[in-house]
């Protein structure tokens, strides 16, 4: 068929013009019900000049030099029709005065052939037009505007988007998760005298498995604790790293890892970089954010080996290799993510409690002993006075929550006193000084409750 198609294209009229041509992977996917998705080839033929396409086949399997030769023969007799050409336009039959290809392989093969038809060939190394043609096709085609990839990004340079392939081929393979569930943050400083950020391992639960980045304790205390997802899309932005099949990766990452051999560990361990922009919805990290991203997936693996097996808290240094350049990134374990006064309030119940129905009870009581403190500073004591009413307080806070015996709270119950003074002689001091402060303090939060019934 060729072998005609040659003979015809000889007594074509031939002009100055040049066409551009390409071998590639289709800017879409083929989901047959009975095998996986896969995604074809495409040879497209296109007229420098004028930017219309002349001819473009759809192939399953990569196409060979003699089929892509039989495509640009055809663009020549029989220029594209239908839809597409509709599209982008099409032209009138026609040789040629020169062929563009992009794959030097090709051009080997085809030229001498095409050189039969005094049509010259030659490589070219891309083609701005033939891309963003491609890209208008898989527009047309999938109704939507592609993603762009990673090496679209201002500064992501090849090494660094190949360091994240390596980093997260290697993260999947050594599988954190095992070691430390999905609410568990790690605090990440790269460098480690920089600002924070909260890494969460994701696949404990055996669903969506990678690493997602916060930017702070607030946060990620909505992305945790909150029970609306559309809340926690608009409220806070982050970024991260999910571990997809390949359907789900743009089609210029995946064009680039075919021509870089990026790595990937597992047909469903594609990485998928995303980030939460709110209010907009979803994009792409910037390059510092990437180097980011590499970063932690360098290193949290490792610290999970080494530091989380036990659950124990850990703190440790790491060199980073590469586009890094030595730099150290250091990982903290684990993270409190309760505010500050939460904090400072579980803190100071620590002791107080043993199962969940007593540290409830045990958190009502030290806030209203807060409240307490917080009304006697307003009254004019002296600092030593001051304390001696707080160390009180916990004294009286201990024993209320391990000899009271209730089953919920209320002020009422420091009504009656002072109480426990034995246990107080036994725990704490039986000088007759400790323990008449203690009765003083008790006095004062009884009144204080009265006060507070009294509406003053």
């Known amino acids: 068929m060729t072998k005609n198609l040659l003979n015809k294209i ?149 090494p660094l988007v190949r360091q994240l392939f390596d980093a997260a081929a290697e993260y999947y393979r050594q599988a954190p998760w095992r070691w430390i569930d999905s609410v568990s943050p790690i605090e990440v400083r790269y460098p480690p005298d920089g600002r924070p950020r909260y890494a969460i391992v994701m696949g404990s639960g055996g669903e969506t498995f990678g690493l997602s980045l916060y930017e702070s304790l607030a946060d990620l205390r909505v992305a945790l604790f909150t029970a609306d997802p559309e809340r926690v899309i608009e409220q806070i932005s982050w970024f991260g790293l999910a571990f997809e099949e390949a359907i789900m990766m743009t089609f210029d990452d995946l064009d680039a890892m075919e021509k870089y051999d990026w790595p990937v560990a597992d047909d469903v361990a594609y990485p998928l970089v995303i980030k939460a922009t709110p209010p907009e919805g979803w994009g792409t990290p910037d390059a510092s954010e990437i180097a980011w991203l590499v970063a932690a997936l360098r290193v949290i693996p490792d610290f999970a080996v080494e530091h989380l097996q036990g659950g124990r808290p850990a703190e440790a240094t790491y060199s980073l290799p590469g586009v890094h350049a030595g730099k150290k990134i250091a990982l903290s374990y684990p993270v409190s993510l309760l505010e500050p006064e939460e904090q400072e309030l579980e803190e100071y119940i620590e002791n107080w409690h043993w199962d969940e129905l007593s540290h409830e009870f045990a958190r009502q009581a030290g806030a209203f002993l807060f409240q307490f403190m917080d009304y006697l500073g307003t009254t004019g004591l002296s600092k030593r006075t001051m304390r001696k009413h707080e160390d009180n307080c916990r004294a009286i806070g201990i024993l209320e929550c391990q000899y009271g015996y209730h089953d919920t709270f209320s002020p009422e119950i420091f009504l009656g006193g002072p109480s426990f003074l034995y246990e107080f002689k036994r725990k704490f001091s039986d000088s007759k000084y400790a323990v008449a402060s203690y009765e003083a303090t008790w006095r004062k939060l009884a009144r204080y409750v009265r006060s507070l019934e009294d509406g003053e």
């Open 10 to 158: 000889r007594r074509l009229n031939q002009s100055d013009a040049t066409w551009l041509c390409t071998a590639r992977r289709a800017p879409l996917w083929i989901t047959p019900d009975d095998q996986p998705p896969y995604r074809p080839y495409v040879v497209l033929v296109v007229e420098q000049e004028t930017e219309m396409v002349r001819r473009t086949d759809i192939e399953d399997e990569r196409p060979t030099p003699d089929m892509v030769l039989e495509t640009l023969l055809k663009g020549m007799v029989k220029p594209i029709m239908g839809p597409l050409g509709s599209l982008m336009g099409f032209g009138k039959r026609g040789r040629p005065a020169r062929v563009l290809i992009d794959d030097a392989r090709l051009v080997r093969a085809l030229k001498p052939r095409l050189a039969e038809v005094d049509i010259r060939c030659q490589h070219i190394p891309s083609s701005r037009l033939l891309d963003d043609t491609l890209r208008e096709m898989g527009t047309h085609m999938m109704g939507r505007e592609p993603m762009p990839g990673l090496l679209s990004v201002p500064g992501a340079t090849e």
